[in-house]
């Protein structure tokens, strides 16, 4: 069992915070170049780490890419990542063809979480263009980043227009399906998660006094806490549901069905 | 009397809010295009105001530049700002030559408010381009942007950051003199001002209700509510004392007895 996530985004988002509060141990850590935010050009970095969830042992690949959005001149940083996620379809292709077919990992990547700076006005030129480039290669999910930055009035807002925005520029973002076995379960899913969509998350692995006296992970600031597994404070919950518990199969299933089928027919027929 | 403040930063980082909060009326408002963050370039915008500061009517004059940091190529942000101070510095020379001399205007930029984004890190590659650009033609003020989005910690390390990499840099910024009539003020103005900067300030014009049922102005959130004016939430009010209320004369002195003058002597050499 593996999971490859891809985490795209400009620094300072939060993006190592989420990731080691998501999968809750220190899966990413910050080289100092990273906090000097010295940036010469955007890399592609992997670091591989054994998780477990629900006794489950799982490998999970997380793939991040410094440098993205650093640079004055970032009209190229989409490129670097857009091959990488080219060069695992082409490694899976090519031990598709093999005759001898060992068994390696899966490299591709299953899921890309895109991390928008809550800005609170609508997406910048820089997401744009770099979800145009990989939104037909990859599941994208789109967050919206420090979401503690934003009152609730403007998360909706932002929200509303960060989906207008999508939808004008024909941007594909990954959709869980409501499966129609149940319809309770369909009115549980809207309401809990596709309504919610694009998920505003906070990220913390300190644990704080929350204002009822229990220790939990959040940010602690002078005018009150603000709790990361909080429902009412941010969707940190439905990320980690869509991510690791109840869409992980959806997720792999679409890279493999959908996503590497298009690479692949593409690609033969150049 | 007129004051002259060029406001520069990307877009989201709640420049016109923080105006607008500085002053206490609408001085600034957002067109459509702003809200859309539709910048196909980056332009200067003047936006000319009458504000009342102790009974004193004064003319305000704030210069904007939407699109500064929007595009994905910000390479060449900075000269349409820098060429707009020196145009104004170019006004005034012209001006000071001419035989009947009219009392006009003062149009020297007195103040650049630059707005750094609460990335927790340090500064980005677009603020040390853009400051290195600016900072030997106008006093420079780095405000760190939406600092409830920082811890009390994580503001105390971004501070130090930032200043280590101002001085690195050799960037120079405003710096409030210390008068030493009194230790007694020298000691004030150490521990409440300088010992503060960069200034990390929070804005807002909509009223909100306190912790203790004050109608203030302030953010509110499930989690809790900041307070514009309240001087452990943030620094707005050391920021309201250096520009408008202790320093102005100051600033237009700089402005005046060495900026300007090292511009014109620079431009009389050539
Ligand atoms: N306000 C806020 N700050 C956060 C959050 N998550 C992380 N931070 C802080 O933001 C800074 C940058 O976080 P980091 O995870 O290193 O960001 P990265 O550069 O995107 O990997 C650190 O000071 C974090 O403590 C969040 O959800 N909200
Ligand atoms: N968290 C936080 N949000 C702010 C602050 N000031 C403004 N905002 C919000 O940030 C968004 C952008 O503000 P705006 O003033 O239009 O930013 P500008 O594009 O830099 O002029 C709006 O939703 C504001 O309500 C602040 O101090 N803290």
Redesign the pocket.
């Known amino acids: 069992f593996n999971l490859n996530v891809m985490v795209v985004g400009e620094p300072g988002l939060g993006k190592t915070t989420l990731i080691n509060t998501l999968f809750n141990k220190p899966v990413l850590t910050k080289n100092v170049d990273e906090e000097r935010e010295e940036f010469p050009a955007v890399t592609v970095q992997l670091t591989a780490s054994e998780i477990e969830e629900d006794g489950i042992k799982l490998r999970l690949n997380v793939v991040t890419a410094p440098g993205f959005g650093a640079l004055t001149n970032n009209a190229e940083s989409w490129k670097p990542i857009a091959d990488e996620i080219n060069t695992r379809f082409d490694t899976y292709l090519e031990s598709e063809s093999r005759l001898s077919r060992t068994t390696i990992e899966d490299p591709r990547i299953h899921a890309l979480l895109y991390f928008i700076e809550?800005?609170?006005?609508s997406l910048r030129a820089l997401d744009i263009a770099f979800m145009k480039q990989v939104h037909d290669k990859v599941n994208l999910i789109p967050v919206i980043a420090k979401a503690?930055?934003?009152?609730d009035d403007?998360i909706v807002?932002?929200k509303r227009r960060i989906l207008d925005d999508i939808k004008y520029q024909g941007i594909s973002v990954f959709k869980p399906l409501v499966h129609e076995t149940d319809d309770d379960d369909a009115a549980v899913l809207n309401n809990n998660v596709l309504s919610k969509l694009p998920f505003a998350v906070v990220g913390s692995t300190n644990y704080v006094q929350s204002a009822d006296g229990r220790s939990v992970r959040g940010r602690s600031y002078p005018w009150g806490t603000i709790e990361v597994e909080n429902e009412n404070h941010n969707d940190f919950v439905r990320l980690r549901e869509l991510l690791i518990r109840n869409y992980m199969e959806e997720l792999k299933e679409n890279t493999n069905n959908v996503l590497y089928e298009n690479y692949r027919s593409a690609k033969l027929l150049r």
């Open positions: 809550p800005s609170g006005h503690d930055t934003l009152t403007e807002e932002f």
